[in-house]
């Protein structure tokens, strides 16, 4: 599986047979930017725009409500915060013939 199978596989929330650990890891890895980068755009919704929510009558985000949003989003991202673990991987051993 390469890199755009990967996140692929996590936007489209498909079940994946995980084989070794560097798949794991770039599942992990791509969820995780997918999920910021997802909050980070709605911190840049502009003020005065209508959100609707399912069985509820549209309202602007003005005011209180626009602070109170961004604080939301600002938890969300606090809350995603960074992995606790980086990435290394090891070059493979060379083979010699």
């Known amino acids: 599986m390469n890199a755009q199978d990967t996140t692929q596989a996590v936007n489209d929330d498909e079940l994946l047979a995980i084989s070794d650990m560097d798949q794991m890891v770039d599942l992990v890895t791509n969820w995780h930017a997918h999920q ?10 502009p003020d005065s725009v209508s959100i609707v ?6 309202f602007a985000i003005t005011g209180d409500i626009q602070k109170g949003y961004n604080l939301g989003i600002t938890l969300a991202l ?20």
Not at 53 to 58: D, F, N, R
């Open 36 to 45: 910021v980068a997802t909050v980070m755009h709605l911190l840049e919704v």
């Open 53 to 58: 929510m399912e069985g509820e009558e549209p």
């Open 78 to 97: 606090n809350y995603l915060g960074k992995l606790p673990f980086t990435a290394m991987y090891e070059d493979p051993e060379p083979t010699t013939h």
